[in-house]
T-cell receptor
Framework: NAGVMQNPRHLVRRRGQEARLRCSPM?????VYWYRQLPEEGLKFMVY????????ESGMPKERFSAEFPKEGPSILRIQQVVRGDSAAYFCASSPEGRATYTEAFFGQGTRLTVV | RKEVEQDPGPFNVPEGATVAFNCTYSNSASQSFFWYRQDCRKEPKLLMSVYSSGNEDGRFTAQLNRASQYISLLIRDSKLSDSATYLC????????????FGTGTKLQVIP
């Protein structure tokens, strides 16, 4: 049973380009959370999704950032027109179907975005 | 005031020592508490949940003090492999279990 898979592991983008980060949850998990971790800082919640639904996006910046979790395929975190301040590690976590209990959330290895 | 506050450290301790971390939280409605471990440039992993009665897992003991709104993690007989950042996580149910991560406490165990 594969864990939470994130790709790419490392992503380099020039300022103004778009970044697409993918997260495939564990088998049987239908809840996905995205977090951002700036260097030397803690994890900051961005968005919580279930299949085809955004449940809580209170942590998402109002502009340039969007997330989706389609019926088929991975969850995507999309950052348009990236800026240097977007450089961070982006972690995805998933938890089982039918329960949003955090005890059972597992993290992917993260995508490290560097904006040059 | 931050929702979840931790001393960032670093805590430098010799092998075999006992070390304790505290974490304070501001939301009195918080219902769930966890300690996560994060190794350098890796993903966080659940270390243990924290229960009202306190709980122990091997060399690790977690305690919750609701009156003072803090949780603690005690590590006995520290090993070199315990070197990591320990994240305090506090949650409450607002329709779903919403959690807030502390910024973490860095532990370095020295030979």
């Amino acid at each position: 049973n594969a864990g939470v898979m994130q790709n790419p592991r490392h992503l380099v983008r020039r300022r103004g380009q778009e970044a697409r980060l993918r997260c495939s949850p564990m088998k049987g998990h239908s809840h996905v959370y995205w977090y951002r971790q700036l260097p030397e800082e803690g994890l900051k919640f961005m968005v919580y999704l279930q299949k085809e639904n955004i449940i809580d996006e209170s942590g998402m910046p109002k502009e340039r950032f969007s997330a989706e979790f389609p019926k088929e395929g991975p969850s995507i975190l999309r950052i348009q027109q990236v800026v240097r301040g977007d450089s961070a590690a982006y972690f995805c976590a998933s938890s089982p179907e039918g329960r949003a209990t955090y005890t059972e959330a597992f993290f992917g290895q993260g995508t490290r975005l560097t904006v040059v | 005031r931050k929702e979840v506050e931790q001393d960032p450290g670093p805590f430098n301790v010799p092998e075999g020592a006992t070390v304790a971390f505290n974490c304070t939280y501001s939301n009195s409605a918080s219902q769930s508490f966890f300690w996560y471990r994060q190794d350098c440039r890796k993903e966080p992993k659940l270390l243990m949940s924290v229960y009202s009665s306190g709980n122990e897992d091997g060399r690790f003991t977690a305690q919750l003090n609701r009156a003072s709104q803090y949780i603690s993690l005690l590590i006995r007989d520290s090993k070199l492999s315990d070197s990591a950042t320990y994240l305090c996580v506090v949650g409450y149910s607002g329709g779903y279990q919403k959690v807030t991560f502390g910024t973490g406490t860095k532990l370095q165990v020295i030979p």
